[in-house]
């Protein structure tokens, strides 16, 4: 039996859980590559380069779904969506050159949490308790790990915290773009405008990367795309209630990888803050969930 067919007769179940086991993979080994290029190359000319890359690594599946698709009278919005997008990137890529790759990647567990905030303002859902409490427990769990007046808070831990506020209203404009746009060309529009947007800040500090980071950079950008194609394609198979839990993954890789190139061990707060952060975005997922089928 042939590879294709053999994935066809799995459940959807399966094959969403597989897939967004695999994003985490890409996803954690891209961070580790990002955290080694970075001892030769600034973070916003490495972010530069993974959005070229990636957008070259994009282009085949754009063109095989038609660049008519593209086309939008919401062109303001896809640059709105874009500018925030490369705040949260870079601010994301410089906290992973000088934090512990685990610690970064627990703490971007709250985008959902703040999108589940921002959701109320913006969107205008319902304020309900359990929502409410969820946030509360993930912000507590935030804490957990940067634990304010207890540790230093070190400039890595906030820019993650920012990075993700800032993903977290890229969340929300993109839910207000669904409502019009094909998924192609919120795609592609993300891809033209992080590149776009990423070239000034490069320019700022730049540097030339060696034959060597170049290849580094090629490797980013591809597993930048591999993973954000598996882990839409991981939705798209099942509901997205089947798989998150999953993306806990992401965490065991960072920490895997971390631990053995950088010799970064997590400590029980990381573990724990994480655990409760996750559990709590989770809870959000499920009772949204609930709610739009029931």
């Known amino acids: 039996m042939a590879f294709g067919d053999l994935w066809r007769a799995q459940t959807p179940v399966l094959r969403g859980v597989v897939l967004m086991s695999v994003s985490t993979v890409a996803f954690a080994v891209m961070h580790a590559a990002i955290r080694h290029v970075s ?33 939008t009278e919401r062109f303001g919005l896809h640059a709105l969506r874009g500018l925030v997008n490369i705040g949260a990137m870079l601010l994301f890529f410089s906290a992973v050159a000088i934090s512990p790759l685990a610690k970064v990647t627990a703490l971007s567990f709250t985008a959902p949490i703040f999108a589940a905030a921002l959701s109320v303002v913006f969107l205008g859902e319902r304020l309900r308790l359990h929502r409410w409490g969820a946030i509360v427990i993930g912000f507590i769990g935030m804490l957990i790990i940067i634990r304010p007046g207890f540790a230093l808070l070190d400039a890595g831990s906030l820019m993650v915290v920012a990075s993700a506020l800032l993903w977290s209203v890229a969340m929300i404009l993109i839910k207000i773009l669904s409502r019009t746009e094909s998924s192609v060309a919120i795609v592609a529009w993300m891809g033209i405008f992080l590149c776009a947007f990423s070239l000034p800040p490069a320019l700022w500090v730049w540097e030339t990367p060696s034959m060597e980071a170049l290849a580094w950079l090629l490797f980013i950008g591809l597993c930048g795309s591999f993973g954000q194609v598996t882990l839409s394609q991981s939705f798209k198979e099942t509901e997205p209630t089947a798989v998150l839990p999953f993306d806990f993954l992401k965490l065991i890789w960072t920490a895997l990888l971390g631990a053995w190139f950088f010799n970064e061990i997590p400590d029980i707060y990381t573990w724990t803050g994480a655990g409760v952060i996750f559990a709590a975005g989770f809870y959000i997922a499920y009772r949204e969930q609930r709610r739009a089928t029931g």
């Open 39 to 71: 001892g030769e190359l600034p973070p916003f000319v490495i972010a530069f380069f993974r959005n070229l890359f990636g957008l070259l690594f994009l282009a085949p599946l754009l063109m095989g779904s038609g660049f008519a698709q593209m086309r």
